[in-house]
């Protein structure tokens, strides 16, 4: 997946209003809804390198605290980390500072792993193969996982700090990754998981419980439409009370506003945005 970058002024900043997408977290401070200023810069997805096929956007009320780097997230999730623009995170999500993904995976099965193998791009090895045989060297194409562009984040999943995370895993639903732990493929539902590498410890709660949690999807719903149900019952107590909602259809499905990644790129024609 590619991406593109712009620079915006205020007609972005009332964007990100409109649609209740926050880059600042705090009541107390005045400007609650934005840490992002006129001529800042932002990241935000294309598929297929074409801008009229920016696929997927942000659900109302998420935050990205710290990041300029837009990725497809949903309502109630928030993350103090910087991550890549084909990340697609799901709603009620708690992401800590300092996560990131591998950095590139040199190949390891050559006769060296340094970048003459693989690389056109690095001037002081061309100019060191030019000036010894007056040839380019012949590398051979290397495509890691690192260059996978994929990383799914469920729905209610929370990850500590420092966390490194390999490219084209899944995070399931419910699940907790510890702090600094290295995650290198995917984690169950509801299953926490630790060290270096990241080992599931245990899961939240018990088999028949994860899969009514599953099967009731609770994070379809909006979390307001809970507020009679009391946080000190036990897990099974306040589920018998959710789905007796469900079944009466005193509540239904919620269904945010959602920025989408095309109708940012769709103004760019009104000279709203400068690209470069």
């Not at 897990?235 to 945010?256: A, G, R, T």
Request: with cysteine; proline share 4%.
């Amino acid at each position: 997946m590619e991406k593109i970058t712009l620079k915006c002024n205020k007609n972005i900043l009332n964007l990100l209003k409109q649609y209740n997408i926050y880059t600042k977290t705090y009541i107390e401070n005045p400007r609650r809804f934005s840490r992002l200023k006129t001529k800042d810069f932002i990241t935000i997805p294309l598929e297929n390198n074409q801008l009229e096929s920016a696929g997927g956007g942000v659900e109302e009320y998420c935050a990205f605290k710290f990041s300029n780097i837009l990725h497809e997230m949903g309502s109630f999730s928030f993350s103090g980390s910087f991550l890549p623009h084909y990340a697609k995170v799901g709603r009620y999500c708690s992401i800590s500072d300092g996560v990131s993904m591998f950095n590139f995976q040199h190949p390891m099965d050559r006769i060296s792993t340094a970048s003459f193998t693989y690389e056109t791009n690095h001037s002081f090895i061309n100019d060191a193969c030019q000036n010894h045989i007056n040839k380019t060297f012949p590398i051979v194409n290397h495509n890691p996982s690192s260059s996978i562009t994929h990383l799914i984040i469920q729905d209610d999943v929370w990850i500590g700090k420092d966390v490194l995370l390999k490219q084209g895993i899944t995070l399931g639903t419910g699940c907790v990754i510890g702090q600094r732990a290295v995650v290198t493929k995917d984690v169950p539902p509801y299953a926490i998981v630790a060290g270096i590498p990241a080992k599931i410890i245990k899961y939240r709660f018990d088999e028949k419980t994860i899969e009514r949690l599953l099967k009731i999807q609770w994070w379809k719903y909006h979390f307001a439409d809970f507020y009679d149900i009391d946080l000190n019952l036990k897990i099974n107590q306040y589920l018998d009370l959710l789905e007796e909602k469900i079944i009466k259809k005193s509540i239904s499905y919620y269904n945010p506003n959602k920025l989408y990644f095309r109708d940012i790129l769709e103004l760019k024609s009104k000279k709203i945005f400068n690209l470069f």
